[in-house]
């Protein structure tokens, strides 16, 4: 029987504890770097100052930590990082304490330090800066309804090749590139120099967390416990000189992977990819020598599990809305099919589900692939996993994915090998720049501005060139064309921006240690930013298709197949927010079909358009000369796009958020049960997802109270797997949502509760049922 | 052949193995007192009125010929018997919270439904019959089954049983899983609770738990307060059964305090004047023991 140990629950207790500060220590010594090498090219100021900071930044240790290393020394600090932008950092720095969303305390002194000696600096040089003053206002011209990205932070959303880094380590890494440097042509130099550089800074960064924990053993009185640091002290002075040969070196090894990749680049979701491949000859080894037990193991794995909530990504406060909770995207991807399509689980997949029922934290971000052969073992060990109520793990469809990933040009040993980085963007191992946050595009507004004749319907603003409006279209295919000619002029603009985008990435954060770690940059000589990897790709998300696929299908019954109502009306309906307008509204919420009730013609209305976006991207080629390609998830998103568009077709009111996850249904409006919302989300082409697609289902905790309960779920995604739906996560709903549910039943009308055997929609129950359901919704009852 | 159903449902996850779908037919020749699905008793259809739905626009009211639709105290209320083109007045209601509380379609139509969920049934799962009573159309309910069987669906039914022997006997081939119900052990008391006797009921079981289908069968009890959730009647009825094939399946229903809230729609008293709780977890035990006692082994509650 496994169990959590006392350490770990003294280690998490302590992490969550402790205060989460802005942070410009590492920002001070890059700037301090930079002044000194003003001469050098950029791609060894930026080794230089990453170097620096590995050898200069304060390191901590906790003595019990079996995993050590952090880019600063206190936990979950929000980092300053000026190459990439400060400008809103000099904006927000009052407010980070006291903003709605990812609050960091600040020291005062450090405003003063950041206002006098960082900002100065960097002023009209950081990567935000130097944007903005080539395409900013093109890029705000655009922004209502396409949002681009990347524009004041590194690109992240990567797997590294860990197997390579396992297999290397720095040294190895390092000796790779002093070879390259002898024998390379003139305009390569630059970039093996810079790798040598990171590299010696990584093997001495790991000495410094040897040496401080020597010390700190020292005056260690217990001699277990002082034999444990000694060993973890060990283990980092050896992954300095050789690669690793442990199970618990080579987990101490990739956590050194991800501090030093976040300390290069301070970007978003740097993933691990399938861990359980990657470690798994080393368990077995260890294990076959008596030297490991699962329970060892298990500890070493919660040790790196609480590590992956030790790094938090601070987001400026617009950026905050969007990915809510400082998602940093350590995404493990468990399970799935090895080169052959046989099934790929091993003990560590299970190892690593039973960590997150231990811990249930927000990361890693747990994903399991799913074939159909997965085992029912694993399946159902992951389905009680998600009955705990954390979310996780979230499912990845084989099935979906490897075809698709094909369809887009990507090799089958490489697609066969997917892992997923961030929330729920796919990519290839090791080998890929997949710039998966390219844009988003909000196919709402894009409606919007069809039917309003190019006004915003929240300000009056022309933000769009005028096709015509509502009252011009005598048809509904009129109105389709105009809304085709919207989604054309906003796509090319979209293009150029990100081109732009790209651009100032390759000239301001070339990114050495991040391109030794990617197949391919090491062999041509060349960084991966400037297109180095194998794979290049850039990812579009479409903003929200259940949302579109609903007002087109209210449009096209009310007004034009119906005629229940001019096309006057309906466009001053929408205009006003509905008021003076109920009747309306009520039509259009309930005489028409909705998106996630298995509706033929209205799941294929959003389809078709969704379909139109991808082939039309698919003809644009990105600036490293790898294809775009698209994807229906937001994170958080739905919110804050939401807030820009006015009131919808649909019946939604102005401002409302948009649905949620990007394949999921309207909030409450999949009143067919979930094998409905399954199928009308399996009519969206699986290769409308390449770059990850989302769909968020609730369900209330009794449905896996009994093993019946766990069987059925199992059997759900077996199906799932069968309709090729690329990704699915399941929200155990809690007793606020239960109480948000009674007090805005309208947007929770597709919530069933069991009650004993029977089965009832929540939103329908009496007060004083529903009051019952609320009191004994928690997830002790599990 | 045309059929009368009240509901079809999809992702029914407890009338029998792995994710079903769930027709529900109209008509009922019982009247338990308690009846959980009171707007399936009548095989006629009426209009219904949702008040949670409603957004008292007064269109309804405005629409109606003959005084069919009042609007009283603010809350909307239907004359049935008054005659008006109902068909339209749901139609033109913007808030769907007028419907017809049934529909008539032919075998195809359901089998339309059905077929939607096939990728499900796949992995267990199929389609259960229900009501009403499902065999009060027993040849439109035939038909369905020889048609999932045709098309390699499993078939669950659920049933009172009151029904005539040869009629069970025809259906029974197309069945993979039985539910039946036994609810009062007593003929007296199943007379005046019910409104009929349980002769019929009690050969039918003999037929039922005496024929091949036998394992494939469970037999249950719904908990009424003070009427069939007594130890005398759960005894009896255990006693009854396991005397007919000792190996029987026999499952304890908990009450089901969700279908008060049916009888307003349809402007019925409901049985009890306060809604009685779910019974708790250390209750539906004693439940249990008092069908041991009986003597049937294979006791569920769940």
Same mark, same amino acid.
């Given at each position: 029987m496994l169990f959590q140990t006392d350490r770990i629950g003294y280690l998490k207790d302590k992490m969550l504890s402790e205060p989460r500060y802005a942070s410009i220590e590492q920002a001070l010594i890059i700037t301090e770097c930079y002044k000194q090498n003003e001469h050098q090219p950029r791609i060894i100021q930026r080794a230089l100052s990453l170097k620096a900071a590995l050898e200069q930044i304060q390191i901590s240790v906790e003595a019990e930590e079996l995993i050590v290393g952090n880019r600063t020394a206190g936990v979950r600090y929000g980092v300053v990082f000026p190459e990439s932008g400060s400008t809103w950092v000099d904006k927000e720095f009052e407010t980070l304490p006291t903003r709605p969303q990812d609050r960091f305390h600040v020291h005062p002194e450090d405003i003063e330090t950041f206002r006098k000696v960082i900002k100065p600096y960097w002023e009209g040089k950081s990567l935000e800066d130097v944007l903005n003053e080539r395409y900013g206002k093109e890029i705000n011209e655009i922004g209502k309804?396409?949002?681009?990205?990347?524009?004041?932070?590194?690109?992240?959303?990567?797997?590294?090749?860990?197997?390579?880094?396992?297999?290397?380590? &720095?040294?190895?890494?390092?000796?790779?590139? %002093?070879?390259?440097?002898? /024998?390379? !042509?003139?305009? %390569?130099?630059? $970039?093996?120099?810079?790798?040598?550089?990171? #590299?010696? @800074?990584?093997?001495?960064? #790991?000495?410094? =967390?040897?040496?401080?924990?020597?010390? #700190?053993?020292?005056?260690?009185?217990?001699?277990?416990k002082k034999a444990m640091m000694l060993k973890v002290a060990e283990n980092c002075r050896n992954l300095s000189i050789r690669p690793a040969q442990t199970f618990h070196e080579a987990v101490q090894s990739t956590w050194f992977l991800f501090v030093i990749l976040?300390?290069?680049?301070?970007?978003?979701?740097?993933? &691990?990819? !399938?861990?359980?491949?990657?470690?798994?000859?080393?368990?077995?080894?260890?294990?076959?020598?008596?030297?490991? /037990?699962?329970?060892?193991?298990?500890?070493?794995?919660?040790?790196?599990?609480?590590?992956?909530?030790?790094?938090? =990504?601070?987001? *400026?406060?617009?950026?905050?809305?969007?990915?809510?909770?400082?998602?940093?995207?350590? *995404?493990?991807?468990?399970?799935?099919?090895?080169?052959?399509?046989?099934?790929?689980? *091993?003990?560590?997949?299970?190892?690593?589900?039973?960590?997150?029922?231990?811990?249930?934290? &927000?990361? &890693?971000?747990?994903?399991?692939?799913?074939?159909?052969?997965?085992?029912e073992a694993l399946l159902k060990e992951a389905v009680r996993t998600v009955a705990k109520g954390s979310g996780m793990p979230q499912f990845f469809n084989d099935k979906a994915v490897i075809p698709s990933m094909m369809e887009l040009g990507i090799e089958e040993k490489d697609a066969l090998d997917y892992a997923i980085v961030g929330c729920v963007e796919l990519t290839t191992q090791g080998n890929n720049l997949g710039w998966s946050d390219s844009a988003m595009f909000n196919l709402n507004k894009a409606l919007e501005v069809t039917m309003t004749g190019g006004k915003c319907l929240l300000t009056g603003e022309q933000i769009a060139p005028d096709f015509g409006n509502m009252e011009d279209y005598q048809t509904f295919e009129e109105l389709e064309a105009a809304f085709q000619k919207q989604i054309d002029y906003f796509m090319d603009k979209m293009i150029l921006a990100c081109e732009e985008v790209e651009k100032v990435h390759i000239d301001l954060l070339p990114s050495p240690f991040l391109s030794a770690s990617i197949d391919n940059c090491m062999e041509e000589g060349m960084d991966v930013t400037a297109g180095g990897a194998k794979y290049n790709l850039s990812g579009i998300q479409m903003i929200q298709v259940a949302n579109l696929a609903d007002s087109l299908a209210a449009i096209k019954q009310l007004v034009y197949d119906?005629?229940?109502?001019?096309?006057?009306?309906?466009?001053?309906?929408?205009?006003?927010?509905?008021? @003076? =307008?109920?009747?309306?509204r009520a039509m259009m919420l309930n005489k028409v079909p909705k998106f996630g009730n298995d509706v033929?013609?209205?799941?294929?209305?959003?389809?078709?358009?969704?379909?139109?976006? %991808?082939?039309?991207?698919?003809?644009?080629?990105?600036?490293?000369? @790898?294809p775009y390609h698209t994807g229906m998830y937001t994170v958080s998103a739905h919110v804050p796009m939401g807030e820009n568009v006015g009131a919808t077709p649909d019946g939604r009111y102005a401002g409302e958020p948009l649905a949620d996850g990007g394949m999921s249904p309207v909030y409450g409006r999949d009143i067919t049960g979930p094998t409905a919302v399954l199928k009308s989300v399996s009519k969206l082409d699986k290769n409308l997802t390449t770059n990850g697609g989302l769909l968020n289902m609730k369900f209330l905790p009794e449905f896996f109270k009994n093993e019946a309960g766990i069987q059925k779920f199992a059997n759900f995604l077996r199906s799932f797997v069968d309709l090729e739906i690329p990704h699915i996560q399941?929200?155990?709903?809690?007793?606020?949502?239960?109480?948000?549910? %009674?007090?805005?039943?309208?947007?929770?009308? @597709?919530? /069933?509760?069991?009650?004993?055997?029977? /089965?009832? =929609? $929540?939103?329908?129950?009496?007060d004083e049922l529903q009051n019952e359901i609320i009191a004994r919704t928690s997830y002790g009852d599990i | 052949m045309k059929g009368r159903i009240f509901d079809i449902r999809r992702f029914s996850t407890h009338d029998g193995d792995g994710i079903r779908t769930t027709v529900f037919l109209k008509g009922c020749p019982l009247a338990c007192a308690w009846c959980q699905n009171p707007e399936g008793i009548s095989i006629k259809k009426r209009p219904l009125h949702f008040e949670n739905r409603c957004i008292h626009c007064g269109t309804c009211v405005a629409k109606c010929k003959n005084g069919g639709v009042e609007q009283k105290e603010g809350s909307i209320q239907l004359h049935i018997e008054k005659e008006e083109d109902w068909e339209r007045l749901i139609d033109w209601c913007p808030a769907g919270a007028l419907e017809m509380d049934s529909r008539e379609c032919d075998v195809e139509e359901i089998m339309q439904e059905i077929r939607k969920d096939l990728v499900f049934y796949r992995h267990g799962g199929g389609i259960t019959l229900s009501g009403g009573e499902p065999l009060f159309q027993w040849e439109f309910a035939l038909e369905i089954l020889k048609q999932c069987k045709k098309e390699g669906i499993h078939t669950a039914i659920e049933t009172s049983l009151y029904t005539d022997g040869e009629v069970l006997k025809k259906v029974l081939p197309y069945l993979d899983h039985i539910f039946a119900d036994f609810k009062i052990a007593d003929e007296k008391k199943h007379q005046k609770y019910i409104g009929v006797s349980n002769k019929r009921i009690k050969e039918n079981l003999k037929l039922l738990l005496g024929s091949e289908k036998k394992e494939h069968v469970v037999i249950r009890t719904p908990m009424i307060p003070g009427i069939t959730a007594v130890k005398e009647n759960i005894q009896d009825i255990s006693a009854y059964i396991s005397s007919i094939y000792p190996e029987v399946s026999y499952e304890i229903l908990n009450y089901n305090p969700l279908a008060e809230a049916k009888y307003h729609l349809i402007d019925r008293e409901y049985c009890f004047e306060e809604n009685p709780k779910l019974y708790t977890k250390e209750q539906m035990g004693e439940f249990e023991s008092w069908a041991r006692l009986g003597g049937t082994k294979n006791v569920i509650i769940e």
């Open positions: 309804v396409v949002k681009i990205n990347q524009k004041d932070h590194a690109q992240g959303h990567i797997c590294p090749n860990c197997k390579k880094w396992l297999a290397m380590g &720095p040294a190895g890494l390092q000796k790779e590139a %002093k070879e390259k440097l002898k /024998t390379c !042509r003139e305009d %390569k130099k630059d $970039f093996y120099r810079s790798v040598d550089l990171v #590299m010696e @800074g990584a093997r001495n960064f #790991m000495v410094r =967390y040897h040496d401080l924990i020597v010390e #700190m053993a020292s005056h260690e009185a217990d001699e277990e976040q300390m290069e680049s301070n970007a978003s979701s740097f993933s &691990p990819g !399938r861990l359980d491949q990657h470690l798994i000859s080393f368990y077995e080894k260890d294990l076959a020598e008596g030297k490991l /037990t699962r329970q060892d193991a298990l500890e070493i794995i919660e040790c790196m599990w609480l590590k992956f909530n030790e790094i938090v =990504y601070m987001r *400026n406060s617009h950026g905050a809305k969007y990915f809510a909770g400082f998602p940093i995207g350590f *995404n493990i991807a468990i399970g799935g099919q090895d080169e052959q399509g046989n099934d790929y689980s *091993n003990d560590l997949s299970f190892l690593f589900l039973e960590a997150q029922k231990h811990l249930g934290l &927000p990361q &890693p971000n747990l994903s399991v692939r799913l074939h159909e052969g997965t085992g119906e005629k229940r109502v001019s096309q006057k009306e309906f466009l001053d309906a929408l205009t006003a927010n509905f008021e @003076g =307008y109920e009747i309306l033929d013609w209205v799941d294929a209305l959003g389809a078709k358009w969704a379909e139109y976006f %991808k082939e039309r991207l698919r003809t644009f080629q990105n600036y490293r000369k @790898g399941f929200n155990v709903v809690r007793k606020e949502d239960l109480i948000a549910a %009674k007090e805005n039943p309208e947007q929770y009308r @597709g919530l /069933t509760v069991r009650v004993a055997g029977y /089965t009832a =929609y $929540f939103t329908e129950l009496a | -």
